[in-house]
């Protein structure tokens, strides 16, 4: 039985994905949650809310907890009213087991608790605020003074030969810090346990404090890979709030930004990928193609990551004949260049014996846990909303989504190459038939209370958003996610019987996103 099929009250947003909002009781929240688990549908993001009014602040009418489901017909938000601050509600950890660091997540912003949970250990709050702090509460003006940090209760593994390696939290090079807790005999990993949440930026809090025609350049620096994601995400979502359909040319614009910053990553881990495997050859190959690729989206843009581009209404800057033959030609020089190190990789001994059956998640692991994005893609869990909800201009462009089912370290490198070369033709059917028209059009400060989501296939897999105006159009809560929440507990598993070396080419394999997830 799917969703869709439950009594439940629930009214259509205007957006350009169909999606649905609900508020129910305790019953049909559970129901909701138990339908789109046994009809193969998954949970998309949960979050809590307090709610800005009339009221007193901190009143005990005024808290919320929210979820977002992707079914076969669309999106879900469900949202659940608490009795007070202290209410707990019901654990979906049983049914989707990422659900549980979200869980945990929202108990340390905002108090709430989930009834049942069996893992209540903190996930953002390392120390840097008292146990009884909530940095989401209004009430919650002024950050107290940093707590000693906490001695964080990894989960021990017993037996004979067995011995601890700790990883991080501060790492070489530019990757963000996060703690990796190995249980191993010899150098086999018999369990892996992530710690994450050392940079926690204030970014959801933040988003109360601005505009709502400025929250985009706010989104658009959750993840500075994802920014272009992010900021349409945003975008829909206030679109989708106060009712207003972007014109047919900026969505043709916007989705050209997306599909150059798929290709930027893709290019970027592929060489990662091959030097973490010992070919220096590989990693200096893409990284002169994306440095080549970051420079065009400068010329024409203004900014190699294109950050800013997307705004409300549309897109920030048209582009003229010049600069759209600009990029396709360079889509054109590129695409030999890349087929000819794909033959590479897939020729090289070495390579292949590194990349192949290392890192491995099952197609079954990957459904039962929720695995989702290009990784997820790799393990033959096929969703890309591109394909499953086309949103304009995806609609008429008939994307080829790429699986493969191997689920290891080859098959996700195979995906990325594939999506390259798709996310090439795209980007030349967009340059090729950009439609007439407005690349933008003004939107009017909002007035009044609204809500709306935003629901984009990032090259991580999808980025979704839920914004919130209170009165006077004020933001009143705005939750982004990050594919990663779903992903990183998958990579715990995926490391298990492999050897110790192996986990920074497993971990570069899925490369999840260490800010976007800790706001």
Sequence with gaps: MGIARLDLPFERLPA????????????????AAGSVAQSGGRLVALWGAEKMGSEELGSDSNFSIRAAYAAERGLYWIELALEGAQAPYPDLAHLFPYAGRMQ?????????????????????NHGAWPADWWPLRRTSERAPA???????????????????????????????????????????VLRLEERLGYTHKGIERRFLELPALQGHRL????????????????????????????????????????????????????????????????????????????????????????MDAVVPGGVAADLDTR????????????????????????????????????????????LRLGLIGLAGRASGV??????????????????????????????????????????????????EGLPEGLARIDIAPPTGPAFGAGWVEGWRGEVFVALELGPGGAVQRCHCHDPSWQNWPVLEHAVIGNIVPDFPLINKSFNLDYSGHDL
Excluded at 107 to 113: A, S, T, V, Y
Excluded at 153 to 181: K, L, M, Q, S, Y
Excluded at 226 to 234: E, K, M, Q
């Design 16 to 31: 350009p994905l169909p999606m649905w909002h609900a508020r129910v009781d305790r019953a049909q929240w559970l129901a």
């Design 104 to 124: 945990r997540a929202v108990f340390d912003l905002l108090g709430l608790e989930a009834e049942g949970a069996e893992d209540r250990r903190p996930w953002l």
């Design 146 to 188: 940093p707590q000693p940090l906490q001695d964080y209760p990894f989960v021990r593994v017993e037996g004979d030969g067995v011995h601890e390696i700790a990883v991080g939290p501060v790492h070489a090079g530019t990757i963000e810090p996060g703690h990796f807790r190995f249980s191993v005999v010899g150098e086999k």
């Design 219 to 306: 989104a658009g620096r959750v993840a500075g890979d994802s920014t272009v994601a992010f900021a349409w995400a945003w975008c829909m979502a206030l679109e989708s709030a106060l009712g207003w359909e972007v014109p047919a040319r900026a969505a043709w614009l916007r989705a050209l930004l997306l599909e150059r910053e798929r290709v930027a990553s893709h290019l970027n881990d592929l060489g990662f990928l091959g030097n973490d495997a010992a070919l220096g050859f590989g990693l200096a190959q893409f990284s002169r193609l994306r440095e080549d690729w970051l420079r065009a989206s400068n010329e024409v843009y203004g900014h190699r990551l294109m």
């Design 323 to 366: 600069a759209l033959e600009r990029l396709r030609r360079q889509c054109d020089a590129i695409e030999p260049e890349v087929r000819t190190l794909e033959a590479i990789y897939e020729s090289h001994a070495g390579l292949q014996d590194r990349f192949a059956t290392t890192g491995t998640v099952t197609h079954e692991l990957a």
């Design 382 to 431: 096929g969703a890309d909303l591109r394909c499953d909800q086309p949103w304009p201009p995806y609609a008429g462009l008939q994307v080829q989504r790429a699986v493969q089912r191997g689920g290891d370290v080859a098959a996700r490198v195979a995906v990325r190459f594939q999506e390259t070369f798709e996310s090439l033709r795209l980007i030349r059917l967009l340059c």
